[in-house]
Nanobody
Framework: VQLQAFGGGLVQPGGSLRLSCVAS????????AGWFRQAPGKEREFVAA????????SYSASVKGRFTISRDYVQNTVYLQMNSLKLEDSADYYC???????????????????WGQGTQVTVSS
């Protein structure tokens, strides 16, 4: 099982990036998928997640209205569209997948069994 995250980079404040997370060895149809991030010196925090059905996206308060999580069942990929980026969005972003994630715990990192490597997002002028 492998999750490969990519799409990070350097962007100016107010800009946009789209992160992708490609799954292999598992079919995302049967998993909840999430994005977390970790800035230097800080704990990993929840960003966004999507239930298995894809019908119930969840977002942290800090990104709601600016970020959109989506999935492509055919490509077995989860995306995170990030708009109106702020300096404080700079972090390593990780995608994760979990089969037994309940809706009330979708923001908990320990609910996810599989993790991708981080992709770095730097927002700077």
């Amino acid at each position: 099982v492998q999750l490969q995250a990519f799409g990070g980079g350097l962007v100016q404040p107010g800009g946009s990036l789209r992160l992708s997370c490609v799954a292999s060895g598992l079919t995302l149809d049967y998993y909840s998928a999430g994005w977390f991030r970790q800035a230097p010196g800080k704990e990993r925090e929840f960003v966004a997640a999507l239930s298995r059905s894809g019908s119930y996206p969840s977002y942290s308060a800090s990104v709601k209205g600016r970020f959109t999580i989506s999935r492509d069942y055919v490509q077995n990929t989860v995306y995170l569209q990030m708009n109106s980026l702020k300096l404080e969005d700079s972090a390593d972003y990780y995608c994760a997948a979990g089969r037994s994630v309940i809706s009330t715990s979708i923001a908990r990192s320990d609910m996810y069994a599989y993790w991708g490597q981080g992709t770095q997002v730097t927002v700077s002028s």
